[in-house]
């Protein structure tokens, strides 16, 4: 392909054509009449040596090379766009709206000082936590709607990864719970009722799959899908919720539950922050992300007061 004879602007169009799957409503979304798109996807099946679109009863579907064309294509016209876009990010007088995803865990730990940072630097700026989907979500068209990732795992493709704070387990129970203390013992830990947290995404509790891995099977008595409803039903019956110690000191006031040390310790927990690659150099996200890199150093930083 020589470039010097590509009309860039069949890229927009194809963009559309690709989104829509429909010749009229991608003329609309582009401003060109529907002759006109029609005669664009006319010249860009010629260039894919593609049908890309094809007619199936009523409907207009794609063919297996427009879908493998639809996530570059929109990164790449991103970038393109991103040449016009000024680098300066004004955080006191910018109305940017962030596009965060955690699990509920890190709602609690991080949003409380991450937005108090943000309400005195940039009182404007909107930060909007979506929840944890699970890894299969990462994906390019997902990373041109995300701006972090708050998450445990590996690096994912598309998305830079900096280690945010580290965090151990141990058990919530409620005060006044008539085996709290000798749960510290594998006999009282394997006859208690436990409380399982399986996070979409995941096909177990994570506690669950490392006791697998040393041959111990625990008692679930309930599963729910998230942390804090865990340490709930902890603090309001006698079952046992195995999960991270830090979101056990943050809440044990409140709901009146104690920290107690598991007779099979699991180890060190990593969270990750993750950035899709596209926003490496974005001022914004840099901006945010130097926020939230100073939020998790604070909490590493009282990591030595916890219980």
Do not use: C
């Amino acid at each position: 392909m020589n470039l010097k004879t590509l009309d860039l602007n069949l890229l927009t169009a194809l963009d559309a054509l690709l989104r829509e799957a429909n010749v009229s409503r991608a003329a609309l979304r582009i401003g060109l009449s529907q002759p006109a798109t029609s005669h664009a996807l006319q010249r860009l099946r010629d260039i894919f040596g593609d049908p890309l679109l094809v007619r199936t009863g009523v409907r207009m579907e794609l063919t297996p090379r427009a879908l493998a064309l639809r996530a570059p294509l929109a990164q790449a016209l991103d970038q393109v766009r991103g040449l016009f876009v000024p680098d300066d990010f004004d955080a006191a007088r910018s109305e940017r709206q962030f596009r965060l995803m955690m699990p509920d865990l890190a709602v609690e730990l991080l949003m409380p000082p991450l937005m108090a940072k943000v309400t005195r630097l940039a009182p404007n700026v909107r930060i909007d936590v979506v929840p944890w989907r699970g890894p299969a979500i990462f994906h390019a068209e997902f990373a041109r709607t995300i701006d972090l990732v708050i998450s445990i795992g590996n690096a994912f493709k598309g998305f830079h990864r900096q280690l945010l704070y580290t965090d151990s387990d141990a058990l919530a129970v409620r005060r006044g719970h008539p085996v709290g203390s000798r749960l510290k013992r594998r006999e009282a830990f394997l006859a208690a009722r436990h409380v399982g947290v399986i996070i979409r995404g995941n096909a177990e509790d994570l506690i669950d799959t490392w006791l697998h891995s040393k041959g111990v099977e625990r008692h679930i008595s309930l599963v729910v899908p998230g942390y804090l409803e865990a340490l709930h039903v902890a603090a309001r019956t006698d079952l046992v919720a195995f999960v991270p110690r830090r979101l056990i000191a943050a809440l044990s006031q409140q709901l009146g539950l104690v920290a107690v040390t598991p007779p099979l310790d699991p180890g060190i927990d990593e969270q990750f922050m993750f950035h899709p690659t596209r926003a490496q150099m974005d001022s914004g996200s840099i901006w945010l992300r130097r926020l939230m890199l100073e939020t998790g150093r604070q909490l590493e930083q009282a990591r030595r007061k916890l219980p």
